[in-house]
């Protein structure tokens, strides 16, 4: 039996004149990651998207999993795609559908006919198909105003669809329909949720990690690469940049007050990333950040580490608890990656005491004893490039 999948683009429909070319992004994303299950065809139509494996060995479970992870469907289902004849569909009705009918008690048919030639008109369609399924599971009866199960039947111009409930997809836009920005990534909880979130909204993601070898080890770099593995399983390849920043660290102890310390490093962490994410043609910075989670990321230290910035810096955890970010990085499944131990280049140098309430002037008078823009600039022109697929 020929089965296929129909997909409800969430936002897209509201999209106006727009819509068009956010579906050719969806659909070439679709393509993209099923480039391993093999050929499929793709036909949108009034805000649904059909796609229509063309090889005999398609793997439509493998094929769910991965439309799990792809942003800009909201809902998707498979469909059985039978020969136009009644009985044809009769028969096929309660089989194709007996996992589902197996686990409810009330249910209801709805047929749609786009081909008016078919000699049953809805209501006889959705009767029949009724009555077929009663016949295959005596135990159910029909509810018409809150059934357990919709069954949908559709004649269409070439096929009859069969289809039983929607599977929930991932929401938000298309990635690349939003833009591109560069999440700076540590081994933490939050980055990896905040690079998710922003993909959701169809934001394409480069990342950024500052290791600090040998205080940092190669388990964390290997933490970061497979945090952005999981990641790109919904964003698609990230480019991730490695920056050195051992040096810069050390040249901050000798040289700077150690209240300041965290907060300066945070301005080279922008400026670096400003550079890089310029270069590599993002429009915005992305952080894991949350007010008050540390005395990092008080409204005055955050106001410090964005004057640096050119950019704009997003911060879509910024009044998420951390409970709520957990929940999500357990759903997304970054949650047993990030719990694992190791050590970042922040909590290396963590001062004992750091500054609360900190001031623009007070970070400019401190890093006066540092030549700001050749550390930049060696850090920039040492990152290693890699791409995380
Ligand atoms: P996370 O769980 O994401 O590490 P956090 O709550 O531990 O966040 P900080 O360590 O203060 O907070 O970091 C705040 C943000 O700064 C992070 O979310 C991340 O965006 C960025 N950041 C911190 N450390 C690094 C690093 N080593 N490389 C790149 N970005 C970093
Ligand atoms: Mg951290």
Sequence with gaps: MKEIILIKNGELALKGLNRSSFESVLAKTIRRRFAQLGKVNIVCQQSTMTIDPQEADFDMDKAISVLEKVFGIAGFQRAAAVEKDMAVILDTAPKYLAEQLESISTFKVEAKRSDKKFPLKSPEISRDV????????????????????????????????????????????????????????????????????????????????????????????????????????????????????TDIQQKIRANCPEELFTLIMRRFMMRISNEIAKNNGCQALVTGESIGQVASQTMPALACTDAVAEMPVFRPLIAMDKEEIIRISRKIETFDISIRP??????????????TRPTVEMLVEAEKALDVDALVKEAVETARFEIIK
């Design 342 to 355: 190791y050590e970042d280049c922040c909590t290396v140098f963590t001062p004992k005491h750091p500054r």
């Design 130 to 245: 009724g009555e077929a399924i009663l016949n295959a599971y005596p135990d159910l009866t029909v509810d018409v105003h809150n059934p357990d199960l919709t069954v949908t039947v559709e004649i269409r111009d070439n096929y009859a669809y069969i289809r039983g409930d929607q599977i929930k997809g991932a929401g938000g836009m298309p990635v690349g329909t939003g833009g591109k920005a560069a999440i700076l990534i540590s081994g933490g909880i939050d980055s990896p949720v905040a690079a998710w979130m922003m993909s959701k909204r169809g934001v394409v993601l480069d990342a950024i990690h500052f290791a600090s070898p040998p205080f940092t080890s190669p388990q964390s770099e290997q933490k970061v690469h497979d945090l952005l593995a999981q990641v790109a399983k919904y964003s698609g390849n990230i480019a991730l940049f490695t920056v050195a920043f």
